[in-house]
């Protein structure tokens, strides 16, 4: 049997690479099969990862920013690259576009669709590629795929949805919201399963861990963007509580402010390496992503998750998360929440996300293992 997984695995972003490599490793150690994933970089992805954008005069303290830390940025995108290389089985085509992925799709028996925000319609890089719209012989599923924010669809793409979503043989999403947003379109039960990373064990992912990179007490600070200006100060006051030096990583999405601001460090190096590296050796983790959350939990590190909105609304993809593990306790906003959160229990697993995790790999059992007339 040979599986194609469909996902963004061009996306320099260490959550998107770390969960194609979690289910690729998840399918090809449970089913004993051949996994490949579909080497697609649509146009809209190369750019978004261009060092200089066509466009990049429009963005004229970015493209400073990047001519001024080239050297850093580029080792950043080799730390991309280079996992890539050496934990991704990708095709040995690059792929640009949905007509170029349905001439090979007779090559697969399986393909799988996900996970990560593949079908958020309004992502900078989406592509219809994500929803298999083509004919063909390999039955179609989908595992964990996430719409993103998206609760309601236009009429157009609604319809193109629910088109494209028919030739699947099953379905499955991240979100709730997701899972909603789906039935109402269509007449298949949609369910809710983990996201792949959640699915390796913690001794799975220390096998591709490393050794210690830093040699010291230290704390790791992991944001999306590290957009806000006072949750930057919140790490800083705590790491001058703690007297512990703050490291982060991904020097490219530190173009509004610089780490030195905040008497942060900015690691020499970057990439999902040594991101699960600095998470997992770490006294203490900030983390202000979904991703960020799923390491902290499979590390089990005492953590806080920076909410920057006031109105105490958590973005929804780590929210399922916390509310499934019932860590609310560990959503900072203020110093009196970290100050709450810094003596909170955290069980990192309860019978609920076990339930949960039994259901994700029936999923992928009744996906993969049945017969189409089953």
Known sequence: ???GILTLSASDNCGSLLQAYALQEVIKNRYDCKVEILNLETDQSKEIYELFPKKFYKHPKKSLFTLKFLKSIKRQKLGYAQFRSKYLNLTEIKYKNSEELSKIEKNYDILIAGSDQIWNIYMADYSEAFFLPWKGTAKKISYAASLGAVNKIDDTNAENIKKWLKDFNMV??????GA?????LTDKKIQVTLDPTLLLSTSDWNRITGVRMINKPYIFYYSWAYPDEKMNELVHRFAKEKNLEVY????????KYRPEK??????NESGPIVFLNLMKYAEYVFVQSFHGT????IFQKRFFFLNEKESGEIDFRSRNLIE???EEKQVVHSWDDVVRALTSNIEYSNDEFLDKLDKSYQF???AILEKENE
């Open 172 to 177: 499955s999403v991240r979100e709730d919201s």
């Open 324 to 326: 499934l593990l019932h």
């Open 1 to 3: 049997m040979k599986i």
């Open 180 to 184: 909603n947003t789906l039935e109402k």
């Open 248 to 255: 982060v990583i991904n020097s490219s999405r530190w173009y």
């Open 262 to 267: 905040f008497e942060f460090t900015l690691y």
């Open 294 to 297: 799923v390491f902290a939990n």
């Open 364 to 366: 992928l059992d009744k």
